[in-house]
């Protein structure tokens, strides 16, 4: 059992480059959601969905796409990169269980250097 | 939006001691939760807990809902319990949608 796996750990872009943050989840919940975190800030969400074909907009979501084609996977795309987008990404997926309430799994975060 | 507020930000405690992180948040809140970020990066939950008070081996989390208020308890802290502790919460809409605090750093030496 995986968890919630994200690809790549690391990455360097140039400014206006395009790429995709992957993240694949194996335990069949129905949320998901990308957060990015910046030095001394806790999370920021980015977008969400509550399952597969629905999405929705976080706190923080100009400059990113997602789809949820799969309840497995919530890919990221980021259009034009630009250097504000230097930061730490955390993809999660979340659970309810009756008698435990919500619960959260996080992946390993990918490190994003955009110069 | 809701505003969620973390206490202290810095602390730094012997291995052994206990201590008190404190959440304040701006509104009536559905969804609670306490994480761990350890050094390495990874975030554990914690706890869900938006009202009552739970227990978890040396952590234990008490949330004063009407008082807009959360507290998380380590006892016989551990160096293992370095790192980041946040408080994130939601008051309305997709319970799934949270806003964090800034989190507390704990440092815990041996």
Known sequence: NAGVTQTPKFQVLKTGQSMTLQCAQDMNHEYMSWYRQDPGMGLRLIHYSVGAGITDQGEVPNGYNVSRSTTEDFPLRLLSAAPSQTSVYFCASSYVWRDRGHGYTFGSGTRLTVV | GIQVEQSPPDLILQEGANSTLRCNFSDSVNNLQWFHQNPWGQLINL??????????????????????????????????????????????????????GKGTLLTVNP
């Open chain 2, 47 to 100: 706890f869900y807990i938006p009202s009552g008070t739970k227990q978890n081996g040396r952590l234990s989390a008490t949330t004063v809902a009407t008082e807009r208020y959360s507290l998380l308890y380590i006892s016989s802290s551990q160096t293992t319990d370095s790192g980041v502790y946040f408080c994130a919460v939601n008051s309305g809409g997709s319970n799934y949608k949270l806003t964090f």
